[in-house]
């Protein structure tokens, strides 16, 4: 089936499922807690949601990464700037995904991946939906912190991506978290912002258009 078909069957179980969503907590990915007396200072900084079919993602540059979070980045040195996702260990990195790989990720709780994309500047080719968000250098600082907790590193160090993990320009490697219906690429998301201390809601967000609507709602949020 063609990943148009792909899409709308997730998308149907999805809205069958919606009404359950405020009952149900999505499992935690570990993301640090913002700390309120920290001042978040001027929007100096902008990092980049993209929407692309039914994956959501957070796009950074590369120089700007804190030293002290992401070695992975190293494995991009060439790259201006980094997409970040999470997602299905089996799905999430399958150029051909069927309809069985995408039901049997929403209904089973599965292993994690976390992509990194090497992109150009924006716009950004493939990109379905692209906002520019502001954010100040503390808000950056915590993302990145946030992304970076998300790495499954049990030996420490540097993440090297799982087998069959290296695919034109974009690597997979262990996560942290289980992903099922939900918790999903976009309740992650929503995770990473909130932790920046942004007013993004973690609950409910079942599609990336739904993640994207309330991205938009941030007052500083371009187009």
Same mark, same amino acid.
């Given at each position: 089936?063609?990943?148009?078909?792909?899409? #709308?069957?997730?998308? &149907?179980i999805?809205?069958?499922?919606?009404?359950?969503?405020?009952?149900?907590?999505?499992?935690?990915?570990?993301?640090?807690?913002?700390?309120p007396?920290?001042? !978040?200072?001027? $929007? %100096?900084? @902008?990092?980049?949601?993209? +929407?692309? +079919?039914?994956? @959501? !993602?957070?796009?950074?540059? +590369?120089?700007?990464?804190?030293?002290?979070?992401?070695?992975?980045?190293?494995?991009?040195?060439?790259?201006?700037?980094?997409?970040?996702g999470?997602?299905?260990?089996?799905?999430?990195?399958?150029?051909?995904?069927?309809?069985?790989? &995408?039901?049997?990720?929403?209904? @089973?709780?599965?292993e994690?991946?976390?992509?990194?994309?090497? +992109?150009?500047?924006?716009?950004?080719?493939?990109?379905?939906?692209?906002?520019?968000?502001?954010?100040?250098? !503390?808000?950056?600082? =915590?993302?990145?912190? *946030?992304?970076?907790?998300?790495?499954? =590193?049990?030996?420490?160090?540097?993440?090297?991506?799982?087998?069959?993990?290296? /695919? &034109?320009? /974009?690597?997979?490697?262990? *996560?942290?978290?289980?992903?099922?219906?939900?918790? %999903?690429?976009?309740?992650w $998301?929503? /995770?990473?912002? #909130? *932790?920046?201390?942004l007013?993004?809601?973690? %609950?409910? *967000?079942?599609?990336?258009a739904?993640?994207?609507? =309330?991205? /938009?709602? $941030?007052?500083?949020?371009t187009?």
């Open positions: 089936m063609s990943a148009l078909g792909v899409r #709308a069957a997730l998308i &149907g999805g809205a069958f499922c919606m009404a359950w969503v405020g009952a149900c907590a999505p499992a935690g990915t570990p993301v640090p807690t913002p700390d007396t920290v001042d !978040g200072g001027s $929007l %100096t900084r @902008t990092v980049y949601l993209v +929407r692309s +079919r039914l994956h @959501t !993602g957070i796009v950074m540059a +590369r120089d700007a990464l804190p030293s002290s979070h992401l070695p992975e980045a190293a494995d991009f040195p060439d790259a201006p700037f980094l997409e970040f999470w997602g299905d260990r089996d799905y999430y990195p399958d150029p051909n995904p069927t309809v069985g790989m &995408g039901l049997s990720a929403l209904m @089973t709780p599965t994690a991946v976390m992509k990194i994309g090497a +992109r150009g500047p924006p716009p950004f080719a493939g990109a379905d939906d692209l906002l520019s968000l502001p954010v100040s250098d !503390g808000e950056f600082g =915590r993302i990145a912190e *946030a992304i970076d907790a998300s790495f499954d =590193r049990p030996d420490g160090g540097r993440a090297e991506p799982i087998p069959g993990g290296r /695919r &034109g320009g /974009r690597n997979f490697y262990p *996560a942290h978290g289980r992903f099922q219906m939900f918790n %999903t690429c976009n309740n $998301l929503a /995770r990473v912002l #909130a *932790a920046a201390g007013d993004v809601s973690t %609950t409910g *967000a079942m599609t990336g739904e993640l994207m609507l =309330r991205v /938009r709602a $941030l007052p500083r949020v187009e």
